[in-house]
Structure formats: structure tokens, C-alpha cells
């Protein structure tokens, strides 16, 4: 009896455990949750929900083609290192059936609906990585052993066993965890929120295949033919429908009137439902509304605003994530590498900003010509485009002359008696003549200057 009681508890502890999170003994299951209106909800069905689907792409596809690249750590900064064979898994091709794009398309789907993605590092003999091997999250069982460790147990598709990976193995993008082995489903816990979603979109599925409604009804007192109905019915519609008889009189005889049908209460707050429910799964996934063309509560002063919030709010949380588990996992301890996953492609402003940054980066030196043409897609111009300019009114703060303290050379020093030079010997005899009597005077020994300069002939 004890032995039933223990296996009811563990089979109805397995049905109630969250898509994607631990159970007792570590395992992570995938079973269907069923939400409150009644419906289950899984990763696969998750994705019928248009707005679930919107947010996944959004996170995986951009993030995808996004530049990652090797950067090698030196004194001082990094440096791009584009020869690392690790270089080449992420930005070319993740093994010889998988381009780079789809394997992070695969596994940020993964996580996205799961919680967690899963890759199996191949490793040549050198023990650097050679291959990236997508493995399935449904066929994926982690536990945690008592001696502390993590083991990845995976199942093959084809029933052919399992095959048992240590950590360093297993390259494991994780969500939200409870426990730092396995990460929580967003897909489970926001199971309610999904279910409301497609219970909406299932309910007006059905009214539109099990139920019409008039855009108006022409009414009478007096009891009509079938053939003058028919006849009152073509007569309305061949006068009144279609865009060119928007504004058209209509004239009504034997007493019939019209009353146009109008949307419900209940309808109009049906369709306010839905755009709630849109709301409040981007919220789960923090993808902004407007990136999913949910409302119209664009309030930024250009798209660069709009992307930046995007990049702040949602994808730097996920490549931070890819980051620091390529860093763990794909590098060799002797090697000073780390990966850096570039935005500058979503923040890019329009074209005559991104030149004005260009020509305020050339002039005080910390970008080349050849370096500004790289950003730009161009090829660089040889030797002379990576010359760095200097401005030279631009000096160090210490120093108000840019180095060692010049002092300016003195003034020179005239006597203030000192008599003019005599005239130059080629100095023309006739203005010669004319200076000698104020020669004369200047070198009298009395000092007082009593002749008045003669008066013009």
C-alpha cells in the first residue's frame, strides 16, 4: 500500500510539474499544462498563438543576424580575431549541415519556449571546439548527482539508447532558473495568459464559421411574398452596395423601414480583450509592443529610440546569456578570448548622423579612414588610410603648451638716447643734403634745440 501511495505521488508530482522545471530529482520533464479554459498548453501549441509566435521571432531572428564575434583580450582593450576557429562557429557555420544563423535561431527558439537550449560541443584533438550539434530540450534529461555534479543524459531519436555528457560538453542556454541547473518555461508560466489568448482567437474562429451578421434589416408591417422579398432584397443591394454607392439615397416603399446593426458592448470589449491579452504576452517575453506591430503607442522621436529600448529591455539580456556561456565553454583555459555580440546594425541612426560621428571620430583621432570605410561596407585604401589625425590645437591639460613649458624670448632691449644710424652711403645725395642740418643739430652739445626747420621755397 505504502509502495502505491509513493508511486501515485510521484506520477501526479511528474503530471503538475511546470514544462521546463526541475523535479524532485532533477530531471526536467515536458508535459502539457492545461490553463484554466481548458486547453493545453505546450511549447508546440504555444506557437499557434500568433502573438507568442511574434515574440519568439522577434528575440530569435533578430538576435540571429546580429555579427558575434572572437575578440582576443590584450592589454588595453581587445582585439578582433577573426583566424579562431571559434570565430568561424559562430559567425559561418555551426557544424557542415547547420549555418551559424540557424543554430542561434534553433537555440534561442529553444529557450524562448522551454527555458533552455541545448548543443553538443564537438572537440577536436587540440580540445578547441570543431562543431556545434543542436540537440532536441524534449529528448534532454539534466540531474544532478549527489556528489554535486551535473550530468546531461539524451535520448536518441531514433530509440537507440542514451548517451551520458559532463557539463563542459553541453553548450546550455538558460532562462530564469530556480536552481542554476535548469531554467523556468515561459511557456508554463504564463500558460494563463497563453490560454486566454487562443480560447479568444478560437472563439472568434467559430463566430465567423457558425454565425453571420447583417450590416442592417429592412422591415414592414404588412405581410410580403416570398418572391416580393426576393425581389425587395436585389432591388436594395444591387442600389446600396459597394463602394460606389457610399452616399447614395436609398428609397423605401410599402411602408419599409431600415435599421442599421451597430457592434455590441460585448463585442467591442471582446476586441479590447484580445489586445490586452497581446499586451501582456509581449510583457512575459519584455519584447516591446510596437516591435510586434501591437497598438499604435509609438512615442519615440525616431526608430533608433525604438530600437534602442528594444536592445536595453530584451536582447541584451539574451546575448548576455550566449556570451557568457561561449566564454565558459568554447575557449581553453590558456587562451585569453571572450565573444562580444555587436548591435551597432539595430542602433544605427540615419545616414547624415552616422557621417557626422564619422567625421567628429576622424578629426580627433580614434578612428582611420580605413576603419570608418569598414563601418560603411567599403574596402580599405592601402597604408595611408590607417594614419590617425591629431588636431593641433589640442594639448595635454597639464601643460598649457603640450609638453615642456617653452618660455617666449625675451623682448629686445633698446637705449633711449641712442643716436640714429647715419645714412647709407647709397643713399641718394639729395636726401643726403637735406638731412644734414637736423644731423647738426641733434649733435649740439647745449641740448636745446633753438632753429626753427627752414621755411619752404
Request: glycine letters at 8%; a negative charge.
Amino acid at each position: 500500500m505504502a509502495v502505491r501511495r509513493k508511486r501515485a505521488a510521484s506520477r501526479k508530482l511528474k503530471e503538475g510539474t511546470p514544462v521546463g522545471t526541475p523535479l524532485s530529482s532533477g530531471v526536467q520533464v515536458y508535459t502539457g499544462q492545461y490553463s484554466d479554459t481548458g486547453q493545453a498548453i505546450t511549447p508546440q501549441s504555444a506557437l499557434n498563438c500568433a502573438t507568442v509566435s511574434a515574440c519568439v521571432q522577434a528575440i530569435a531572428t533578430e538576435l540571429s543576424k546580429l555579427p558575434w564575434s572572437v575578440m582576443a583580450l590584450e592589454q588595453g582593450g581587445k582585439r578582433l580575431d577573426p583566424l579562431h576557429p571559434v570565430h568561424r562557429l559562430l559567425r559561418v557555420e555551426a557544424n557542415a549541415y547547420t549555418s551559424a544563423m540557424v543554430w542561434r535561431e534553433l537555440m534561442l527558439t529553444s529557450a524562448c519556449l522551454t527555458g533552455n537550449g541545448y548543443s553538443l560541443i564537438e572537440r577536436g584533438a587540440d580540445g578547441r571546439p570543431v562543431a556545434l550539434h543542436y540537440l532536441r530540450p524534449d529528448m534532454m534529461l539534466v540531474q544532478k548527482m549527489d556528489d554535486g555534479t551535473v550530468a546531461y543524459i539524451y535520448s536518441s531519436i531514433q530509440g537507440e539508447g542514451r548517451a551520458v555528457y559532463a557539463p563542459h560538453d553541453i553548450f546550455h542556454l538558460m532562462w530564469l532558473s530556480p536552481d542554476g541547473v535548469l531554467g523556468y518555461s515561459p511557456v508554463s508560466l504564463a500558460r494563463q495568459a497563453i490560454g486566454v489568448a487562443l480560447a479568444a482567437e478560437s472563439y472568434g474562429a467559430n463566430y465567423w464559421r457558425n454565425a453571420s451578421r447583417p450590416s442592417g434589416v429592412l422591415s414592414t408591417d404588412k405581410e410580403l411574398s416570398t418572391e416580393a422579398v426576393q425581389r425587395m432584397r436585389e432591388s436594395w443591394e444591387s442600389r446600396m452596395r459597394g463602394v460606389s454607392s457610399a452616399g447614395a439615397v436609398a428609397v423605401l416603399e410599402q411602408g419599409l423601414k431600415y435599421q442599421a446593426i451597430s457592434m455590441s458592448p460585448a463585442d467591442s470589449q471582446y476586441l479590447e480583450g484580445r489586445s490586452y491579452q497581446r499586451e501582456e504576452i509581449c510583457a512575459i517575453f519584455r519584447v516591446p509592443p510596437s516591435v510586434i506591430g501591437v497598438g499604435n503607442k509609438q512615442s519615440y522621436a525616431s526608430a533608433e529610440q525604438a530600437n534602442r529600448e528594444y536592445v536595453t529591455n530584451c536582447l541584451s539580456s539574451w546575448a548576455a546569456r550566449l556570451e557568457a556561456e561561449a566564454q565558459r565553454k568554447l575557449f581553453r583555459q590558456d587562451e585569453q578570448y571572450t565573444t562580444e555580440i555587436s548591435f551597432d546594425a539595430l542602433l544605427r541612426a540615419d545616414l547624415i548622423t552616422r557621417y557626422r560621428a564619422f567625421s567628429i571620430a576622424r578629426q580627433f583621432g580614434f578612428m582611420s579612414v580605413n576603419e570608418i570605410r569598414a563601418e560603411i561596407g567599403r574596402a580599405p585604401i592601402g597604408d595611408s588610410g590607417d594614419v590617425f589625425l591629431q588636431p593641433v590645437n589640442m594639448v595635454p591639460a597639464s601643460s598649457p603648451y603640450g609638453g615642456d613649458v617653452v618660455a617666449p624670448p625675451p623682448a629686445a632691449q633698446t637705449e633711449p638716447d641712442a643716436v640714429p644710424d647715419e645714412p647709407d652711403e647709397t643713399l641718394d645725395r639729395a636726401q643726403a643734403d637735406d638731412a644734414q642740418p637736423w644731423r647738426e643739430r641733434l649733435a649740439d652739445d647745449d641740448g636745446h634745440n633753438t632753429m626753427q626747420p627752414p621755411a619752404p621755397e
